[in-house]
């Protein structure tokens, strides 16, 4: 169990998350890029799928401190999500230091590399059980080549992470439920997709909310075009009876 410590920032300053003069040159992974798309995927699904509960916070790549006496005791994981947490100081903080939150991220993924793939499954795997992270989840882009399985989940069971049961589900892809999130975790074409069984229907991504979005306001625009071109035609047709009218009455008289 991670308590709070009494350990605070001192007044109008921000504590400071790692000293960058005691780590070495920081270089971007080589295979940084063939994650990217994936935990972006994620991230953002997540995202929006919690984005009215205040009390949320779901981010990616970014820094969790669970060491108060060495700041640079740290990792960055994937994708993770806190519940029952105040996301405005976290974000103020620049980073998420356990023992200023109170509680460690409750559901933890990370997505499978060359460069990454052997640390995922043995030291972070032990951290994370350690600080009580409740779920750790690993997603094998690849199909099976860095985890030996294209998806796994675990969850926390007095200290010790026992294996998440997997099955097919109705689209033929392998599911695992998140009962931390209320959320299925598949994989569906070397992608991963979150299936919200309240509703029956699987996660947008945000290029998929963006597709959507750019879909409608088409959509919308050939309405307005064709909307315009009809009053177009009404306005002519009025302006052509009225003129009829004037020679009829030009006529007659």
Same mark, same amino acid.
């Given at each position: 169990m991670v308590t709070k410590s009494t350990v605070r920032a001192r007044p109008g300053t921000r504590y400071p998350v790692v000293d960058p003069a005691s780590l070495p040159a920081l270089e971007p992974l080589p295979d940084g890029l063939y994650q990217s798309t994936h935990f972006l995927d994620a991230v953002s699904m997540l995202k929006a799928h919690f984005g009215s509960a205040p009390d949320v916070l779901v981010e990616g790549n970014t820094i969790v401190c669970y060491n108060p006496n060495n700041l640079n005791d740290r990792v960055?994981?994937?994708?993770?999500?806190?519940?029952?947490?105040?996301?405005?100081?976290?974000?103020?903080q620049n980073?998420?230091?356990?023992?200023?939150?109170?509680?460690?991220?409750?559901?933890?993924? %990370?997505?499978g590399s060359v460069s990454t793939a052997r640390r995922d499954m043995t030291f972070k795997r032990d951290l994370y059980a350690r600080i009580g992270v409740r779920e750790y989840w690993r997603f094998d882009p690849s199909g099976g080549e860095f985890y030996g399985r294209p998806l796994a989940g675990e969850r926390l069971v007095d200290g010790i992470y026992a294996p998440i049961a997997l099955s097919e589900n109705d689209d033929g892809m392998q599911c695992?439920?998140?009962?931390?999130?209320?959320?299925? &975790?598949?994989?569906?074409?070397? @992608?991963? &997709? &979150?299936?919200?069984?309240?509703?029956? %229907?699987?996660?947008?991504?945000?290029?998929?909310?963006?597709? %959507?979005?750019?879909?409608? %306001?088409?959509?919308?625009?050939?309405?307005?075009?064709?909307?315009?071109?009809?009053?177009? @035609?009404? @306005?002519?047709a009025e302006t052509r009876a009225r003129e009829l009218e004037e020679e009829l009455r030009r006529l007659r008289s």
């Amino acid at each position: 169990m991670v308590t709070k410590s009494t350990v605070r920032a001192r007044p109008g300053t921000r504590y400071p998350v790692v000293d960058p003069a005691s780590l070495p040159a920081l270089e971007p992974l080589p295979d940084g890029l063939y994650q990217s798309t994936h935990f972006l995927d994620a991230v953002s699904m997540l995202k929006a799928h919690f984005g009215s509960a205040p009390d949320v916070l779901v981010e990616g790549n970014t820094i969790v401190c669970y060491n108060p006496n060495n700041l640079n005791d740290r990792v960055l994981p994937d994708c993770y999500v806190a519940f029952g947490v105040d996301p405005d100081p976290i974000y103020a903080q620049n980073g998420y230091l356990i023992w200023e939150v109170g509680k460690p991220p409750d559901f933890v993924l %990370e997505i499978g590399s060359v460069s990454t793939a052997r640390r995922d499954m043995t030291f972070k795997r032990d951290l994370y059980a350690r600080i009580g992270v409740r779920e750790y989840w690993r997603f094998d882009p690849s199909g099976g080549e860095f985890y030996g399985r294209p998806l796994a989940g675990e969850r926390l069971v007095d200290g010790i992470y026992a294996p998440i049961a997997l099955s097919e589900n109705d689209d033929g892809m392998q599911c695992g439920y998140s009962p931390v999130l209320g959320l299925s &975790l598949c994989v569906g074409d070397d @992608r991963l &997709l &979150l299936h919200d069984p309240m509703t029956g %229907e699987y996660l947008r991504t945000l290029s998929e909310a963006l597709a %959507e979005t750019r879909e409608a %306001e088409a959509g919308l625009s050939q309405e307005r075009i064709g909307r315009l071109e009809a009053e177009a @035609r009404a @306005r002519e047709a009025e302006t052509r009876a009225r003129e009829l009218e004037e020679e009829l009455r030009r006529l007659r008289s």
